[in-house]
């Protein structure tokens, strides 16, 4: 809290707005010593859940927290999968919002210039039209309407060169003057003055939106159908245990406690761990200990016997 006030006190720090957030989640969420809960938890009844949190754990009722890393892959990829589709919907739906907006701006000359099918031709005048279209799209590089960047010479005075963007823009294309050249659209109070006009090759096409790579888990792999490169790649003595002195079988995480260190003065959690090898079980600090997901389920079932017993001595007062 000291350096808090310190921060706030200072006179040259303007984004205070911007932490506030994040300070008040921060205090909320933290463990207090007293009532050994989170305020969050004792206001709410629930543990807050960050964003990282929320995007990692399935929203479908009866799913926990997974703890196993391949039923968490497979959520997170399929959840990845969700909001491409998304992502890719409502970029198509803005696309097409800008594109009938920039066609409801253009003038009347504007509009008059764009070819369009008029209602009263006959069939042959249709298939001659399609056919126009078609062999103009084929042969032309860029599509009216399409965005371009523009290669240009010419610098800025003071720019080198050699480290100026030459290529400007975007611009949209405005019409196919001829095989090699195009019309582009200048867009107002945009301070470029050339002549719109330009070659085919001073024009670079936008990369628009793609779709991305997506890979699916397979839900039944055989070692015959599996393939890896990496594996492939990896010497044959890769797969032999390493046999490290010391080195033995975590059976189960019996209690835990938390000592005073004499070197640094805080508190260490310990866990009291029941070999296989050995007949009796001994107190290792988590810095020895290399089954995170065991432990992490002991704190988890811990937690919740510790929120029962509270609720039942509340109940019988």
């Known amino acids: 809290?000291?350096?808090?006030?310190?921060?706030?006190?200072?006179?040259?720090?303007?984004?205070?707005?911007?932490?506030?957030?994040?300070?008040?989640?921060?205090?909320?969420?933290?463990?207090?010593?007293?009532?050994?809960?989170?305020?969050?938890?004792?206001?709410?009844?629930?543990?807050?859940?960050?964003?990282?949190?929320?995007?990692?754990?399935?929203?479908?009722?009866g799913t926990g927290k997974q703890s196993d890393a391949l039923t968490w892959r497979r959520e997170v990829n399929r959840q990845q999968e969700i909001a491409l589709e998304m992502a890719k919907q409502y970029q198509a739906t803005e696309k097409a919002r800008r594109a009938r907006e920039h066609n409801e701006a253009?003038?009347?000359?504007?509009?008059?210039?764009?070819?369009?099918?008029?209602?009263?031709?006959?069939?042959?005048?249709?298939?001659?039209?399609?056919?126009?279209?078609s062999e103009s799209a084929?042969?032309?590089?860029?599509?009216?309407?399409?965005?371009?960047?523009?290669?240009?010479?010419?610098?800025?005075?003071?720019?080198?060169?050699?480290?100026?963007?030459?290529?400007?823009?975007?611009?949209?294309?405005?019409?196919?003057?001829?095989?090699?050249?195009?019309?582009?659209?200048?867009?107002?109070?945009?301070?470029?003055?050339?002549?719109?006009?330009?070659?085919?090759?001073?024009?670079?096409?936008?990369?628009?939106?793609?779709?991305?790579?997506?890979?699916?888990?397979?839900?039944d792999v055989t070692e015959d159908s599996r393939f890896d490169l990496d594996e492939e790649l990896l010497p044959e003595d890769s797969w032999e245990p390493d046999g490290l002195a010391g080195e033995s079988e975590v059976l189960e995480n019996l209690d835990d406690r938390m000592p005073m260190s004499t070197r640094t003065g805080r508190s260490i959690r310990e866990f009291k761990i029941k070999w296989a090898d050995q007949d009796e079980p001994t107190w290792e600090p988590i810095s020895n200990l290399s089954c995170g997901g065991m432990l992490y389920d002991y704190l988890q079932r811990k937690k919740r016997e510790h929120r029962l017993q509270m609720v039942q001595v509340a109940d019988e007062d």
């Open 1 to 61: 809290m000291q350096s808090i006030k310190v921060y706030v006190e200072d006179p040259l720090q303007q984004v205070w707005d911007e932490i506030v957030e994040r300070l008040v989640f921060a205090i909320n969420t933290f463990l207090d010593t007293t009532r050994k809960e989170t305020p969050f938890y004792l206001v709410h009844g629930w543990d807050a859940h960050s964003t990282l949190q929320a995007m990692t754990t399935s929203l479908r009722r």
């Open 106 to 133: 253009l003038s009347r000359r504007e509009r008059a210039a764009v070819p369009q099918s008029p209602e009263g031709a006959t069939s042959a005048t249709h298939e001659s039209t399609a056919n126009d279209e």
């Open 138 to 219: 084929t042969s032309s590089l860029f599509e009216p309407g399409s965005r371009v960047w523009l290669y240009m010479e010419r610098v800025k005075p003071g720019l080198t060169k050699k480290l100026a963007h030459r290529w400007n823009g975007p611009f949209r294309v405005k019409r196919m003057v001829e095989e090699y050249a195009y019309e582009l659209e200048l867009p107002d109070r945009s301070g470029y003055r050339f002549y719109p006009i330009v070659h085919v090759s001073r024009l670079k096409a936008v990369s628009e939106f793609v779709d991305r790579p997506r890979t699916r888990l397979a839900p």
